[in-house]
């Protein structure tokens, strides 16, 4: 996404002679689509669309229009495709033909010059705009088959293109911009979208700049000895605006250097300017420096970042910049900032709209018998579809009621059970009582662990029960590694389910001790506050979360059998319990002595074998 973002674009910087002798730069990244150019199209803020503005009342209008829209280009790419038809053409650096140049609401200065030349056969957005306009649409590229429509966007070779016929894009690409180098009408060019990064704001809230500006002096840092630069505690909010700047006091002071009157500056700074560093600080946030170097080369990087993914191109792509020039300038040796990133999904929930349309908190919707819904007084509401929860839509639900009614660690363990991390989970009520009931098990577990006696032991069974310990440590340690907490989750409850077994069989009390604790602590991470009250229940006097997390032998963790899928032609026929160790030629000997595959097989000839280790045995005749 951030490679996206920054957009590095290799193309061609082609000068266009205009009909009044002036020239016109476009960058273009298709440069061997040239002799499929129709027109030109230039954006409202380019200067040469600004200087016909003077002269022409009808595009300063279209222009201030254009200004009016939004440019974002998720908004630009549906936005339907208007245009001027100003007095100029350009002369076409290949054939000499004269193109006519159109200001254009769907060109931006901020990328590449400001200035396309359109091929409409090979651009959508191009080939809605010559559509409109009645303008050329040429083939100059043609696919694989013979019947493509225009626009054509896919991989073919050159057609109608003169000396370029014949060859592919990449290699056409390559002539086109020696021809316009040969010709001294273009070059190479390498282009990015990442534009520079407009760091302050008109607003109290934020870290002042701490500049000063100076009628004699000019602009000044506010001394090392003055900072930092706290905001005043009395600002007025009554009138729209930066209250930073109308404040009666806080931004007359005296310049630094003359000690004349000065002003200070009043913009704050982005908070994503704040937020770019923030993570060296915390390495020693009482250091004196900004940066603590050694303390932040001991903890950096950090080691897993976890936010959402419209994070990906905005504040995780300033903290690794800031990280990299605080590199280059010596306050850090790291080079990147996070080592990891984990993007949750957003938490959904089913919207409610009342008679008018206007949208419904869910707390203030009844449910009723006949499936319908209802306010308070009986009036109609209508059920909509699950979305992101937004303030906007209302589709919000307070935890605080959830903590209240079932506490803390049931609300916790019901956002973890069922959905993984990185999808999004849509809020469902209905599994609380499900998460609720879960503690409240392991609760009566306890309290049988605590009572349990045993006369006589079971060799068997205890052997059983510790085996299936060890499994279990493994099987939930590496879906918390993986960050897999509903995996982790429903593999605590099957060990749960494995020790309420094993409470009625006559089982080592040591053993049982050993299994419920190695419990408690996987569950810890997720039912803290209940957890944390089993742990001192069993006699442990320190912090359970100071435990060590419990360790297994890789020998006791294994299975002594396994379940292989046997199938002939991709079509179940059967399965094989075996140890997990067994050969290839073992289970393909186990795997003919199966009735259903003998059956299938018979008369036959065989094809192949396919086996998927400890998983299938697939037979292909």
Not at 368 to 376: A, E
Request: proline share 5%; hydrophobic share 40%.
């Amino acid at each position: 996404m951030q490679e996206n973002w920054i957009g590095k674009s290799h193309g061609a910087l082609i000068r266009f002679k205009l009909s009044n002798d002036q020239i016109l730069d476009v960058f273009s990244t298709r440069p061997e689509t040239l002799y499929g150019a129709s027109f030109i199209a230039i954006a409202p803020a380019h200067p040469i669309a600004e200087a016909l503005a003077n002269e022409d009342s009808s595009l300063n209008a279209f222009i201030k229009e254009c200004q009016q829209t939004s440019t974002a280009e998720a908004d630009l790419a549906t936005a339907e495709k208007k245009g001027h038809k100003t007095t100029l053409t350009a002369m076409h650096p290949f054939t000499g033909e004269s193109l006519p140049v159109f200001v254009a609401n769907f060109v931006l200065m901020d990328y590449g010059t400001g200035a396309v030349f359109a091929c409409p056969g090979h651009d959508e957005r191009d080939f809605e705009f010559a559509t409109k306009y009645n303008l050329p649409i040429k083939r100059v590229i043609q696919g694989p088959g013979d019947d493509q429509d225009l626009p054509y966007t896919g991989d073919g070779v050159m057609v109608t293109s003169c000396n370029l016929d014949g060859f592919s894009i990449q290699e056409a690409r390559e002539k086109a911009i020696a021809q316009l180098i040969q010709k001294g009408l273009g070059e190479s060019k390498e282009t990015f979208r990442l534009r520079d990064w407009g760091v302050s704001r008109q607003r109290y809230w934020g870290c002042p700049i701490p500049v000063i500006h100076c009628d004699t002096c000019g602009t000044v840092p506010v001394p090392e000895n003055q900072l930092p630069v706290l905001l005043p505690e009395d600002p007025d909010f009554s009138k729209p605006g930066n209250p930073l700047d109308r404040h009666p006091t806080w931004k007359h002071v005296k310049c630094p250097v003359c000690d004349r009157d000065a002003l200070r500056e009043t913009d704050t700074f982005d908070t994503f300017f704040e937020s770019s560093w923030y993570f060296l600080r915390f390495a020693n946030p009482k250091a004196q420096p900004p940066v603590d170097k050694n303390a932040a080369n001991r903890l950096m990087p950090v080691d897993c970042y976890v936010g959402g993914v419209e994070h990906a191109v905005l504040h995780l792509l300033y903290a690794r910049f800031f990280t990299k020039a605080l590199r280059d300038l010596g306050y850090v040796d790291c080079d990147e900032p996070f080592h990891e990133l984990l993007t949750q999904g957003m938490v959904c929930h089913q919207t409610y709209q009342d008679a008018q349309g206007k949208w419904v908190f869910p707390s203030d919707v009844i449910k009723n018998k006949d499936g319908s819904f209802t306010l308070s007084d009986g009036s109609f509401v209508k059920a909509g579809r699950s979305e992101k929860m937004s303030k906007s839509k209302k589709n919000l639900v307070d935890p605080l009621a959830i903590i209240d009614s079932y506490g803390a660690d049931t609300a916790r363990l019901f956002v973890l059970s069922d959905t993984p991390y990185d999808k999004d989970f849509d809020w469902n009520e209905d599994s609380l009582d499900g998460a609720w009931r879960y503690l409240s098990r392991l609760y009566r577990t306890a309290e049988q662990v605590r009572s349990y006696t045993v006369d006589r032991v079971d060799e068997v069974a205890t052997k059983t029960l510790e085996k299936a310990t060890h499994r279990s440590i493994m099987l939930i340690t590496e879906a918390y590694e993986k960050y897999g907490f509903n995996k982790a989750i429903a593999l605590h409850r099957e060990f749960c389910r494995t020790l309420d077994e094993a409470l009625s069989q006559k089982i080592s009390a040591e053993q049982l001790q050993k299994s419920f604790k190695a419990l408690l602590i996987m569950i810890s991470p997720i039912a803290p506050h209940l957890v944390s009250q089993l742990w001192e229940e069993c006699g442990e006097n320190d912090f359970i979360h100071n435990a060590a997390w419990p360790a297994f032998d890789p020998a006791l963790a294994a299975l002594d059998e396994i379940s292989i899928a046997v199938q002939v032609n991709g079509k179940m026929r059967g399965s094989l319990k075996v140890s997990p160790g067994i050969s290839e030629d073992d289970l393909k000997t186990a795997a003919f002595e199966l009735a259903t595959v003998q059956r299938d097989v018979e008369n036959k000839e065989i094809r192949r074998v396919i086996i998927v280790p400890k998983r299938i045995i697939n037979i292909v005749v």
